[in-house]
């Protein structure tokens, strides 16, 4: 049974903007921290992301202003509005609760362009 999937990845100019969704599988999403992570190639898969369950949240300084994580419960999703975007935000992004503990999905592909 698939667990994570994220959507909403692309190419996008410099300065532009993303939304990416992840649908989350009710058994992982019920009463966990879900975060948002992204990974280049040759390295190492960084955190991007977390909000809590009553909603609080916390952000890599390199994303601090730019990325706004939200979850709609009733819809198990997580979702990351990424403005401001840079070209060192280029990477896979993948969404997992904060322990990693479900499976990875596939991640979906952010490019951005100078």
């Known amino acids: 049974q698939v667990q994570l999937v994220e959507s909403g990845g692309g190419l996008v100019q410099s300065g532009g903007s993303l939304r990416l969704s992840c649908a989350v599988s009710e058994s992982i999403f019920n009463g966990a921290t879900m975060a948002w992570y992204r990974q280049t190639p040759g390295a190492l898969r960084e955190y991007v992301a977390l909000?809590?369950?009553?909603?609080?949240?916390n952000y890599a300084d390199s994303v601090k202003g730019r990325f706004t994580i939200s979850r709609d419960i009733a819809k198990n999703m997580v979702y990351l509005q990424m403005n401001s975007l840079k070209v060192e935000d280029t990477a896979v992004y993948y969404c997992?609760?904060?322990?990693?503990?479900?499976?990875w999905g596939q991640g979906t592909q952010v490019t951005v362009s100078s």
């Open positions: 909000i809590m369950n009553r909603g609080g949240t």
């Open positions: 997992n609760t904060i322990t990693r503990s479900a499976r």
